[in-house]
């Protein structure tokens, strides 16, 4: 790389390219501002946290904020007005002069309109002014976000309402206001509408199987952990590669010789750009309570990774969307552009937002870790096994929302989970599983089977951390006291996986709950009653539980034998969220409206639509302007070699330039096919443009557009092995995947 650079005056590289590159030589680490302070004594300043709440509203205000934020009743007016006075003096102490309304759309980016404090008074002055009406609702508007056929274009008003669960922050100057996000009809235009109705639906339920076992118990929290992987690329490389820019990943470009075979970025050293800008993003997030605890180098060069403590999961939904609009603010002090499309680099690991799930109660016993005795054990039981069969009662509706035209190049390949929904608990747990199944079959258990059975379960938090391992071709895997969801691709938002997951459990608890109500009014004992509907569970759900590589085709076999869905493509995927089944499953709990849920397979299949037709238009792009230029100038340059030998050598010409003829024939046939399949998926996409079901348009992109990506690119990465490399116009993956 530097020798080219070196050469520049004699080498005729594509400016381009060549400025990328001098840029990219040029770069050091940012040197961070010196703050010597512990993270303890910054951490939260800048988040209108219980604390700060504390310090700020009077007893009455506090009381009523922190009884909404817990059992979820409404503030008054009154009450809002004090909370919004308080809120502007605190923000406006730490510089803020701006407000907003902070949601998240179905875009799956965040949203925000700004608004003064400042209110003109007479005499041409003006006041800072902050009333409760403004802190509670806004008005954005509503037509020109995805809605699904919900509100048509001249119906523009929309709300969003203040979510007293999570705290407001300040960023860059501006007092930001989480809120939900909903149609002028009602209907929920966001991920945290829904969010919050599917906890509410699982707080009650495992609130009221928990009182089997601890009558104390009063309120169930889920508790969320994420694990944001993202890639890092030089800004100039980044603006030098079009389909970076505008797709976020490569449609182009044959793999560098060296990428991640040698497993030495893994875990490795963190390179000294990446980890200046790795402090930078810390230092934010700490200022806004977001607590990163882990950072590392992933698998693939310059991929990596950051990850939390646990959290309450509409605070770490917030959280993670906060995150990934803080990398990129953070990214252009470091000259860095952040990737977390879930494949821009082919041949390589792509990147996940695995989100860790687990239940918490109000005494502090998390639902997913199993005590000491036999009464805890048993409640482990009864939330693990209705987990276990939540999953696989609507495997298809948690494919159905981990399905994206991004997440598609990962799933099944280089670490990510396959598109077969599965279980894993362990080699330890599936013993104790099949162990239940056996002592119980046949009806009645003896006083001393009942005895072996307690003293096994007592045994529990002996072989759990010690003995369940890791799966990595799991998409759901139980990882000692929680369950990982390994599939959602790291450009969603986690709420999409987290409203199915907890919706999906919220049901399985009613069922279990009903069975055993049911044992026990026949007769059983509450224990025996119990045991009972968890070993029915265990037997039903035995086909979603594989312990082995999820990667190999002998899964896929087996996979298909059990009767489980193997969709690999989203449209057809999407089809699983408008089933009467799921339809079903959240209007019964109330997440969703059946309109919702029509509109939001709508969203989906839009979006698939629009992805794919933007990468088409990119590639092609590419292709016709960029590429087969290239390949004709180099060609030509070729053609006068051998013309040039034909003059010298006479005959002997063909011979002694056999290598420079046969190129220019290669060049002509890879130049030839590259031509005709973009001009074939022009006539596939105008074709697919005129259907007029989203669902059918999506599946024709599928089937027909998207089919001829990688035809295009196998004959554009031939191109680029052959041509001669000062004259390729776009930065290489040798040039991008190594960070100086």
């Known amino acids: ?262 497993d030495d970025h893994y875990f490795g050293t963190i390179p000294d750009r990446a980890l200046a800008y790795m402090k930078d993003l810390e230092r934010e997030c700490y200022k806004l309570s977001i607590p990163v605890k882990t950072r590392h180098n992933e698998v693939a060069p310059t991929q990596f990774e950051f990850a939390p403590i646990f959290e309450e999961c509409s605070v770490a939904v917030d959280h993670n969307q906060l995150l990934v609009d803080l990398m990129s603010k953070v990214a252009k002090r470091h000259h860095f552009k952040v990737l977390v499309h879930e494949k821009p680099y082919a041949g390589m690991n792509g990147s996940g937002k695995h989100n860790n799930w687990s239940l918490s109660t109000n005494t502090g016993v998390n639902l997913l870790s199993p005590g000491k005795n036999p009464k805890s054990a048993l409640q482990f039981l009864a939330f693990f096994v209705s987990t ?177 869905s193997n969709q690999k493509t989203t449209p057809y995927a999407l089809d699983f969220l408008i089933t009467d089944k799921v339809k079903d499953l959240y209007t019964n709990l109330g997440v969703f409206t059946e309109v919702e849920i029509e509109s939001r397979h709508h969203i989906a299949c839009e979006q698939y639509v629009m992805k794919i037709q933007i990468e088409a238009r990119v590639l092609g792009d590419l292709a016709i302007n960029h590429i087969i230029p290239t390949a004709i100038k180099y060609q030509n340059t070729l053609i006068q070699n051998v013309q040039g030998l034909k003059e010298i050598l006479g005959s002997d010409y063909k011979s002694l330039g056999a290598t420079q003829i046969d190129t220019i024939k290669d060049l002509s046939k890879h130049i030839e096919v590259v031509k005709n399949t973009v001009h074939e998926m022009v006539e596939a996409r105008k074709k697919a443009n005129v259907i007029e079901d989203p669902s059918k348009q999506a599946k024709a992109y599928c089937d027909t557009v998207l089919c001829h990506f990688d035809t295009i690119r196998y004959h554009v990465d031939k191109l680029e092995q052959t041509i001669d490399d000062s004259i390729w116009p776009l930065p290489k993956y040798r040039e991008m995947l190594f960070l100086n």
């Not at 980044?238 to 470009?253: E, F, K």
């Not at 009662?393 to 997440?407: E, P, T, V, W």
């Not at 055993?516 to 039903?540: M, P, Q, T």
């Open 1 to 262: 790389m530097r020798c080219l650079i070196l050469q520049k005056k004699t080498v005729q590289m594509s400016s381009i390219r060549i400025t990328a590159l001098e840029k990219v030589m040029s770069r050091v680490p940012v040197q961070l501002e010196d703050d010597s302070r512990k993270v303890s004594e910054f951490y939260g300043e800048n988040v209108f946290d219980i604390d700060t709440m504390r310090t700020y509203l009077s007893e009455e205000s506090f009381d009523s904020v922190v009884d909404a934020m817990e059992n979820g009743t409404r503030i008054n007016r009154k009450i809002a007005d004090d909370v919004a006075s308080s809120m502007k003096v605190w923000a406006m102490e730490r510089g803020a002069k701006h407000y907003t309304h902070w949601f998240q759309p179905l875009t799956g980016a965040t949203a925000e309109k700004h608004d003064a404090f400042f209110e003109p008074t007479s005499g041409g002055r003006a006041m800072e002014k902050f009333e409760g009406s403004q802190l509670v609702q806004q008005e954005p508007d509503a037509s020109s976000f995805p809605n699904g056929g919900i509100r048509n274009t001249f119906e523009a008003r929309g709300y969003t309402a203040w979510d007293p669960t999570s705290p407001a922050f300040i960023i860059d100057n501006t007092l930001c206001i989480p809120t939900i996000f909903v149609a002028y009809t009602g209907e929920a235009l966001d991920y945290k509408a829904p969010l919050l109705k599917a906890l509410k639906s699982i707080d009650d339920i495992a609130t009221e199987v928990c009182k089997y076992f601890d009558k104390n118990v009063t309120k169930v929290n889920t508790t969320l952990g994420w694990e944001q992987e993202y890639f890092l690329v030089d800004d100039a490389m980044y603006h030098a590669r079009p389909d970076l820019a505008l797709t976020g990943r490569t449609l182009i470009g044959h793999g560098s010789a060296k990428n991640q075979q040698l």
């Open 388 to 564: 276990i069969k939540a999953v696989h009662d609507y495997d298809d509706l948690l494919r159905a929302n981990i399905a994206s035209a991004s997440n598609d190049h990962r799933l099944g390949a280089n670490e990510a989970p396959p598109a077969i929904i599965s279980v894993f608990i362990g080699s330890e747990l599936t013993r104790v599983l099949d162990d239940i199944e056996a002592r119980t079959k046949g009806g009645k258990m003896s006083a001393t089977e009942k005895t072996e059975l307690k003293l096994d379960i007592i045994k529990i938090p002996q072989i759990l951390l010690d003995n369940t391992d890791r799966n990595r071709t799991s998409p759901f895997a139980f990882t000692g006291n929680k369950f990982e969801v390994r599939a959602t691709g790291s450009s969603a938002n986690c709420a999409q996986t987290m409203i199915a997951l907890n919706s999906m459990v919220s049901k399985t608890l009613r069922t279990f709950k009903a069975e055993v109500d049911a044992k026990i009014n026949s007769g059983l004992k509450k224990d025996e009653a119990i045991i009972d509907v968890i070993r029915n569970f265990i037997i039903e759900t035995k086909r979603i539980r594989f312990e082995g590589d999820g990667y190999s085709d002998g899964w896929v076999e087996e996979a298909e034998k059990r009767g489980l």
